[in-house]
């Protein structure tokens, strides 16, 4: 049963403080996206991956977000201070090759609802 | 810049009624079009695609309907049951913004027994 999976589910932080949530995607699949679901926005591209290689991170707050591909099973969102307002719920997702040919459809983590205070 | 967009952020159906949810969409590279569904404290499942070269597709109980000519996208679920109730997104997938997957808002979709 191969499923996309995120840690930790749950978090709560005080502002100021590192997160870092990991994902490690569906074995074979070699696109990674990063999205962040909030009521206001929605969800929000936050990063994306090919093949390990960043392609698309524009969505995403430099000064304290990085995303990362140590290894192609590993994909990872670090907050670096946190803040009130990066309080979500953070998705990871991946696909198969997404070419002409291929659809676009995403294979979705369970998520990590992250509460800084 | 890129947008997709839904046009109601709330639906309230009878359940065996049709169900039909909009979103219109303004990037006119996009080559995919795909709908979402996202069930309460899940991620997003996928339902069911089309490509820009086609007009509509049928799955089960779902139909997708594309418009490019006024940039409108809807899906159809007929004979809603409870289970359908969610929250579901269109988004898009453009060759050209090298294949990112952008999400719409949401509608929200809600069953009346």
């Known amino acids: 049963d191969a499923r996309v999976t995120q840690t930790p589910r749950h978090k709560v932080t005080e502002m100021g403080q590192e997160v870092t949530m990991r994902c490690q995607p569906i074995?074979?699949?070699?696109?990674v996206f990063w999205y962040r679901q909030t009521m206001m926005q929605g969800l929000e591209l936050l990063a994306y991956f090919r093949n390990r290689a960043p392609l698309d991170d524009s969505g995403m707050p430099k000064d304290r977000f990085s995303a990362e591909m140590p290894d192609a099973t590993l994909a990872t969102l670090k907050i670096q201070p946190s803040e009130p307002r990066d309080s979500a719920v953070y998705f990871c997702?991946?696909?198969?090759?997404?070419?002409?040919?291929?659809?676009?459809?995403?294979?979705f983590g369970e998520g990590s609802r992250l509460t800084v205070l | 810049g890129e947008s997709v967009g839904l046009h109601l952020p709330t639906l309230s159906v009878q359940e065996g009624d049709n169900s039909i949810i909009n979103c219109a969409y303004s990037?006119?590279?996009?080559?995919?079009f795909i709908w979402y569904k996202q069930e309460s404290g899940k991620g997003p499942q996928f339902i069911i695609d089309?490509?820009?070269?086609?007009d509509k597709r049928q799955g089960q109980r779902v139909t997708v309907l594309l418009n490019k000519t006024v940039k409108h996208l809807s899906l159809q679920i007929a004979a809603t049951q409870p289970g359908d109730s969610a929250v579901y997104f269109c988004?898009?997938?453009?060759?050209?913004?090298?294949?990112?997957?952008?999400f719409g808002p949401g509608t929200s979709l809600s069953v009346i027994p």
């Open positions: 074995l074979g699949h070699n696109t």
């Open positions: 990037n006119s590279a996009s080559d995919y």
């Open positions: 089309i490509r820009s070269n086609m």
């Open positions: 997702a991946s696909g198969p090759n997404l070419s002409r040919r291929n659809t676009g459809e995403l294979f």
């Open positions: 988004a898009e997938k453009s060759e050209t913004s090298y294949d990112k997957v952008i």
